[in-house]
């Protein structure tokens, strides 16, 4: 690649040499693929040994059956409990769909401050497919080539650093920018599933299949089969008291997504129960995620996070009400939750650029102006391709009054405009002038001259006079 071959401008090499230096930090691009639900469920069977001893004296032989997606039938020694897994019920959050995202991982240099080999995904990114084009044949896009920079449209007069925006060193900062203003990034991947994303393998028989982990803080709900002998069967549902030991809302932006709930629970039971926390009750405007279910041995702690949603735009101070409920419905604590909501901050972005006290116009941090985008005034072509309309508007008047001007001149040297103006301005007493006619009419006096006639014919005569005649008396 030879200067000689670049853009047919100055200022298109300069974006050249700046577009052929590859960044020194390069991604690998993962597709991922629709999300699996996995887990396994434990079946544990107590078994008495001597079925005719009293209950009192009774001893048990544990059994334990695992069930899968991959296994859903399994049975006990003995034929004495055939469990089967029927199928999930539909959840009132779906689980993450990330089917419209690459996965991009930082890799190399292993010296970059980005690689982090151990942990591959702290600064990796959920970046959207619109966001990309593969081929590299178009401006602006993750994945742009050379080609498109330099066959792109009006390249001698776009402004710096055009058809290179909307990279991935843009999206990564435009998430540290979000972080810094206490609002929750859009791609990273400590945005998705709350933080608790992951990597994984799974071994096959083609090999290795890498996969994200996303865990699901919500109830699920799976169908079991189970079939045993009837006789002496008694359902046992373990009941314990509990209490919110924490119930705190963060702050947040109006409309912005980003509220929650942090929850901690503690069971005061003996016995290993299962109990359900919730927020509900919410001020007008103000909404709250599904409830959690949470499985807690004796004096046992769980933290929950749930999710706030807030429909208006003028924020206040607004109320929710925590609730935890034991297995068989009753409640058990109560709480009420203080939340503090922000008015929603408004950026017109690029589309407007209006000035605001302290801060510079969009338009100003984007593009340069009219006199860097075209350094000559007689540039026209320039001023209509950038919308320079002012500028334009001033450079063709200019052109008209000189035009006019050079006109008027022309008229006036054609009709004698500016000997009239000399003698109005140098002119004389009307006594000098008509001693001055006088004289002139003496020496311009009318002449006539008798050429030598021509050969054969008749002699002209011609009079000749060198300027107009004036009257004058002696």
Known sequence: MTRARLAPCRSALVWERRARRWDELWYQVYEVRPPQVFYDITVSLAKPDDPTSSWRNVSYSDARLTLSHQDPLAQAEGGDLVVQLVGDLATASAPHSLESRYLVVPTEPASHERVDADNPLTHAMLVDKAKFDLSGLTCDKIGVSYSAFKWQANACYGRLGSCLGSQLDDVYQDDQERIAAGSPPTSLVSSFCEGAIEVGAQQAAAGT??????????????????????????????????????????????????????????????????FTVGVADCSPGLAAGPAVTASLGPWESSEHRIALFFSQTVGGHFTCVATLKNAVGG???????????????????????????????????????????????LDLMCAVVHG???????????????????????????????????????????????????VDARQLAVFSVAPVAPRGGAAVKVAARCSPPRAGRE
């Open 331 to 377: 409640v058990e604590d109560h709480v009420v939750i203080q939340v503090n909501i922000t008015d929603q901050e408004i950026d017109y972005g690029a589309q407007v650029p209006t000035d605001r006290d302290g801060q510079a116009s969009s338009d100003d941090r984007l593009y340069a102006s009219c006199q860097d985008l075209c350094p000559s005034v």
């Open 388 to 438: 320079c309309w002012g500028r334009l508007g001033a450079t063709l008047a200019s052109l008209a009054l000189l035009l006019g001007a050079l006109y008027c001149c022309w008229l006036g040297v054609r009709r004698g405009a500016f000997c009239r103006m000399a003698e109005c301005c140098c002119g004389e007493s009307s006594a000098q002038r008509g001693r001055s006619a006088t």
């Open 209 to 274: 299949t890498l996969f994200l982990g996303c865990p699901l803080q919500q109830r699920h709900t799976t169908l079991l089969r189970l079939e045993v002998r009837a006789e002496d069967v008694m359902f046992v549902t373990n009941v314990a008291p509990g209490t919110i030991v924490r119930a705190n809302a963060s702050r947040f932006e109006a409309l912005s997504g980003g509220g929650e709930v942090h929850l901690v629970i503690l069971s005061t039971g003996s016995v290993v129960a299962d």
